[in-house]
């Protein structure tokens, strides 16, 4: 634990716009040591939003981890050893986003640094942001970059030609840049109370490419626009919640003659900005295209010669990603302009906003407009786009929508960048076009790219990475712009990108300048594998081979998407989603042991009650968004910790958050005993009827029981009865509510909901019947039929459709003691993932996804419940009182002829090791000091059996009429051998 720090710094910024969307902002302070140098050195740091540390050139750290203003967190590093004598530099990115994400929440652009020294002579003195340090808007990035994904922040474009990596440097004249603005001390808002960093640094292990698919050369689509739409139509949203847009957007294209193009719309999916286009007043008409390496769509266009109005009408859907991206296939090059603006003010595009978003007459007028003459009526609501607001460059967009030249690449030792050594790629420039190289890095990662390239200056290197390819095609990323620009600087230098991407495949096309004489050369290509610095104290290993690669996929995937927090897929979101945290906290129980991220993020999920009243479904986001559904996961998720833990602490902080939670719901209880309440009601994904305004949804009611039986045992273990008499007689009643309003008798089920209006949904699922088994609210004859629907669907029920719920059905199903029927799910749904060529677990299932694809997400941690089960079941080992001062081991063969492996506890791992040879049963078992175990033996095991005890002459088993049991006192090693009779 660090001490606190005795803040002397200052928050710090650049003059000028307290907020700037996209900012990439150098910032440096060069100060002397004396002739002894520095015995030791620390530096606390932090920065809005984020940032990278140097040491006299030498990378030191990025940070802060993602958090709320309020609790803003600061990372602290041990420098002494990077500090020298005489003139030393501390130099700093600061990538400030301007807008929210999915991670982050807008506050506003800021640095607070302070390395604390002692000398060689025992002085001591401190090197603090003040206004005495220089920064400047980086010029090297390109601030008008389109946005990675709505979740995300920008798409990194970086030419080295204005700027290199010399200002890390001591040495460097930064006279030309700004001084910086005092903000205010380290407690100034928005970073009221700066607290230090509560997770370890994440990894950064190399990871390097393991073959060379495919090289072409290939000629792109080179026209591409776009702008962005939230400056001009929304200037006052600062948050990512999804939003009508209410205008429209145009620009003017000139064509010096008539001819037929081609209109393509990068990414139809995820940014519905072009789902109403019009040209010069007529509407244009999109075919679909299913290649998933061109574009989306398109639409044939008709230029007449000289003006034609394109125009956009955005106001008729919710947006989640605020731009507008199109590519044209035109056989000249066009020029662009606004509306009433010259073709030499270098303005391309206008918006005519806001306008109300009801009056539907004045939008088909827009719309209707034939010229720009047509629009002069609307020029009150004309907004000119700044440059900064314009899509100057689509990398995305380059890299999907080529075509391969005949023209055969000429390269050699291609596959010389796959790893590190001393040779080089030696790409040459092509007559025809672009250079073009796929490459595999053989499973899933995520983290940061790193390349060491030689080229003349205006080498560009594009890098597009993605998931998948699918039964031979190239499946890119839809609905991510998981791309880099790289502009050479000329001469060998390596690039460190600063933006972390989550992929397996990365295509690079390398683009010569028409005057490029010489090759380039691409010395290494790699990936800084960036996640939870886990410990593998879990292991697995059994008789069927597929079950233990299962394992370890589960384990994998959980890995990947644990960054500074869970997160949901390291490519897509990288979002923090409360109730997916939930079963991957599982996981990482039996795989890692990593408590410690488990606890940061129910209590980050925490403070989210502050702005809410209940735990949001993503934090910290700029989406403020409800799924109760995932705020009532998080209370079963702490219940879980503070049963496998003990930490009481921790234990006392949550209760307080527990109890408003529960206090505000209990609000919306109606006088039918059952919850009602204006959400998303998302379960799983598939056709179930649960609307946001449903009166009544089931399974959200059962989970709302099933949390307050949990939030009465938290409450028990602090003495706190009151409360937890309140919490179980809510529980009883609720239950009651289902029971009463919400089974239907001529189904011999529960109904998915009761709609809006008061009407019994005609929907039944296994999803909501299962729910209401597990969460033990079914009456008890009833409880027996929908047992029967957990694994087997009635005809005409909604079935399961994500590996994310079949999580819960295995819960119920090992209720049922049914570990059977769970292996040989796991085979055929994660099998058929393997089969495939998976090295991760999917986010969903084949059917689910547009297009054939086999799933959008091919790392979703939300699906790795086979880790859980194979651990806990078939291994056998639970935590049975907190702390773990005891366990029980309770191997469920399942048909498995042997199993072994770890668990880790708080108290260290359980060791289990157990076989099955014909008519007998053996088992060893290891315990950790301070953890005593309950064992019990697989039922098939007989009363006749001869059941030995080796080691503990004192332990005597029983069979109480059902299993075998005995008891193994803590730290002990034991073997059981049963022998059958």
């Not at 990035?141 to 990675?148: G, K, M, T």
């Not at 408590?595 to 910290?620: D, F, M, N």
Request: glycine share 8%; net charge neutral.
């Amino acid at each position: 634990m660090n001490k606190p720090v005795n803040w002397k710094a200052r928050w710090i910024w650049i003059p000028g716009d307290p907020s700037p969307r996209n900012a990439w902002v150098a910032m440096r302070k060069t100060f002397p040591l004396p002739a002894g140098g520095a015995a030791a050195a620390r530096m606390h740091i932090t920065a809005d939003s984020r940032y990278v540390l140097w040491i006299n050139g030498t990378r030191v750290g990025r940070g802060p981890v993602r958090g709320w203003a309020w609790h803003w967190r600061y990372d602290t590093y041990d420098v002494g050893h990077l500090l020298r004598p005489g003139a030393n530099v501390v130099a700093v990115m600061v990538l400030h986003y301007g807008v929210s994400t999915f991670q982050y929440v807008r506050g506003r652009g800021g640095l607070l640094a302070q390395m604390d020294i002692t000398t060689t002579t025992g002085s001591r003195f401190t090197v603090a942001t003040d206004r005495t340090w220089r920064g400047t808007m980086h010029p090297g990035y390109d601030r008008s970059s389109v946005r990675i994904s709505c979740q995300q922040g920008f798409a990194e474009l970086a030419d080295a030609r204005a700027l290199g990596d010399e200002w890390m440097f001591p040495g460097y004249r930064d006279t030309g840049w700004q001084r910086l603005t005092e903000i205010g001390p380290a407690g100034a808002k928005p970073w009221t109370r700066p607290a230090s960093r509560d997770i370890p640094p994440l990894t950064e292990e190399p990871v390097y490419p393991v073959r060379l698919l495919r090289t072409r050369v290939v000629k792109p689509v080179h026209h591409h626009f776009g702008f962005h739409l939230k400056p001009t139509l929304l200037p006052d949203d600062d948050t990512q919640n999804p939003r009508t847009i209410p205008g429209c957007g145009a620009t003017v294209l000139v064509a010096p003659r008539a001819a037929r193009a081609v209109l393509y719309d990068t990414d139809p999916a995820f940014s519905p900005a072009n789902k109403h286009v019009y040209l010069n007043g007529k509407p244009l008409a999109w075919t679909g295209v299913t290649a998933f390496d061109t574009c989306g769509r398109c639409a044939e266009v008709h230029l007449a010669k000289g003006d034609n109005l394109l125009v956009w009408d955005f106001h008729t859907t919710d947006y989640f990603n605020f731009y507008l991206r199109f590519s044209l296939d035109i056989p000249f090059e066009p020029v662009l302009r606004a509306p009433f603006h010259t073709r030499t003010s270098g303005v391309r595009f206008a918006t005519f906003g806001p306008i109300e978003l009801k009056d539907a007459a004045l939008y088909d007028r827009i719309t209707a407009a034939r010229s720009e003459e047509d629009m002069a009526p609307f020029t009150s609501y004309l907004r000119a786009l700044a440059p900064v607001d314009a899509i100057a460059t689509d990398v995305f967009a380059l890299t999907t929508q080529v075509q391969p030249a005949s023209e055969r690449p000429r390269l050699e030792d291609p596959e010389s960048f796959l790893s590190a050594n001393d040779a080089a790629t030696i790409v040459y420039p092509a007559k025809t076009g672009d250079v073009e190289l796929l490459v595999d890095f053989g499973r899933e990662i995520v983290g940061f790219l790193e390349f060491d390239l030689e080229a003349e200056p205006g080498v560009t290197l594009d890098l597009n990475c993605f998931e998948s390819i699918q039964d031979g095609v190239v499946d890119f990323t839809w609905g991510i712009n998981n791309v880099l620009r790289y502009v050479s600087r000329g001469g060998r230098r390596t690039y460190h990108s600063l933006v972390r991407r989550g992929f397996r495949y990365a295509l690079l096309v390398l683009r010569f300048p028409a005057v490029a004489r010489q090759p380039a050369r691409l010395h290494t290509l790699r990936c800084l594998l960036n996640t939870y610095p886990y410990i593998r104290r879990g292991s697995f290993n059994c008789s069927d081979a597929l079950l233990n690669r299962v394992w370890e996929m589960g384990a994998y995937t959980t890995r990947l998407c644990s960054e500074d927090t869970y997160v949901d897929c390291p490519g897509y979101e990288q979002a923090f989603w409360v109730g997916d945290a939930r079963n991957e906290s599982l996981v990482n129980h039996v795989a890692f042991g990593g408590y410690e991220l488990t606890r940061r993020c129910l209590l980050l999920a925490a403070e989210s009650i502050r702005r809410r009243k209940v735990v949001e479904s993503q934090v910290p986001s700029g989406w403020e968004n409800i799924l109760l559904t995932w705020s009532l996961l998080w209370v079963l998720a702490c219940d879980e910790y503070v049963a496998a833990t003990g930490d009481l602490p921790f234990l006392k902080l949550i209760s307080v958050w527990v109890k408003k939670q529960n206090e505000h719901l209990e609000r919306f209880v109606t006088s039918d005993d059952l919850l009602s309440i204006h959400a998303w009601h998302l379960l799983d994904w598939a056709g179930l009827d649960t609307p946001d305004d449903a009166r009544y949804v089931t399974h959200l009611n059962a989970w709302f029981a099933e949390s307050l039986r949990r939030s009465a045992r938290m409450a028990r273990r602090l003495g706190g009865e009151t409360d937890a008499q309140r919490w179980e007689a809510l529980a009883t009643r609720v239950t009651a509510g289902i029971n009463a309003h919400l089974w239907d008798d001529g189904r011999k089920a529960y109904r998915d909901c009761i709609r809006a209006d008061g009407t019994p949904s005609p929907v039944f699922s296994q999803q909501t019947n299962t729910m209401v088994y597990l969460c033990d609210c079914a009456t008890p004859e009833r409880k027996d039929i929908i047992a029967g629907y957990i694994a087997d669907a009635p005809c005409g029920f909604i079935e399961t459709g994500s590996p994310f719920m079949l999580f819960f059905s295995f819960e119920a199903l090992a209720r049922l003691g049914r570990h059977e029927d769970i292996l040989a799910m796991i085979r055929r749904t994660w099998g058929m993932m393997l089969e495939r060529g998976a090295t991760t677990c999917w986010e969903t299932l084949p059917g689910f996804e547009p297009n054939n694809r086999w799933t959008r997400s091919h790392c979703h941690a939300w699906s790795s419940a086979p880790t859980y089960f194979l651990s806990t079941y078939q291994l056998g080992v639970t935590i049975a009182e907190p702390g773990a001062r005891s366990v029980r081991i309770a191997p469920q063969p399942a048909g498995l002829s042997w199993a072994h492996g770890s668990v880790p506890t708080p108290r260290g791992p359980v060791n289990v090791d157990w076989r099955r040879p014909l008519g007998a049963f053996s088992i060893r078992i290891s315990l950790p000091e301070g953890c005593a175990a309950s064992v019990a033996l697989p039922s098939d095991v007989p009363p006749s059996a001869m059941v030995s005890v080796a080691e503990l002459p004192g332990v005597h088993p029983k069979h109480d009429g059902a299993l075998w049991r005995l008891e193994v006192p803590a730290g002990a090693s034991v073997s059981i051998s049963a022998v059958y009779v």
